[in-house]
């Protein structure tokens, strides 16, 4: 969200360099300095945006590492001992859930009701 909020102030900032140029400043000093600034800023932009894009990076790469050791059950949602967890296989195979002995009973008992 922060990322598309700043790409949205890139887009207003090009906007407003674009109607600088447009307004036929010249040789005006302040109409350079407004350009001036306004490339300042954009840069600074640039730049924040890339430093959010790593810090997103590594937090996608921390969570995928920390998500992969980690089995949640299906039914409380708490971490479950691969040890003592049952894993419920989709057709291919692929173990898809996790449960603990306890919540998979539960479950079992309600779908025999």
Same mark, same amino acid.
């Given at each position: 969200?922060? /990322?598309? #909020?700043?790409? !949205?102030?890139? &887009?207003?900032?090009?906007?407003?360099?674009?109607?600088?140029?447009?307004?036929?400043?010249?040789?005006?000093?302040?109409?350079?300095?407004?350009? =001036?600034?306004?490339?300042?800023?954009?840069?600074?932009?640039?730049?924040? #945006?890339?430093?959010?894009?790593?810090?997103?990076?590594?937090?996608?790469?921390?969570?995928?590492?920390?998500? *992969? !050791?980690?089995?949640?059950?299906?039914?409380?949602?708490?971490?479950?001992?691969?040890?003592?967890? /049952? =894993?419920?296989?989709? *057709?291919? =195979?692929? &173990?898809?859930?996790?449960?603990? !002995?306890?919540?998979?009973?539960?479950?079992?008992?309600?779908?025999?009701?």
């Amino acid at each position: 969200m922060l /990322i598309s #909020i700043q790409y !949205n102030l890139i &887009e207003t900032l090009v906007r407003m360099m674009t109607v600088c140029e447009y307004a036929d400043y010249g040789n005006q000093p302040q109409g350079k300095m407004e350009i =001036g600034t306004t490339l300042l800023v954009l840069q600074n932009l640039k730049t924040k #945006i890339s430093e959010l894009r790593i810090q997103c990076e590594d937090l996608k790469k921390l969570h995928s590492e920390t998500k *992969s !050791n980690t089995l949640l059950c299906s039914h409380c949602a708490s971490p479950v001992i691969k040890s003592q967890a /049952i =894993g419920v296989k989709d *057709s291919f =195979g692929k &173990e898809k859930s996790f449960f603990h !002995n306890e919540c998979f009973r539960a479950l079992w008992r309600d779908t025999d009701t």
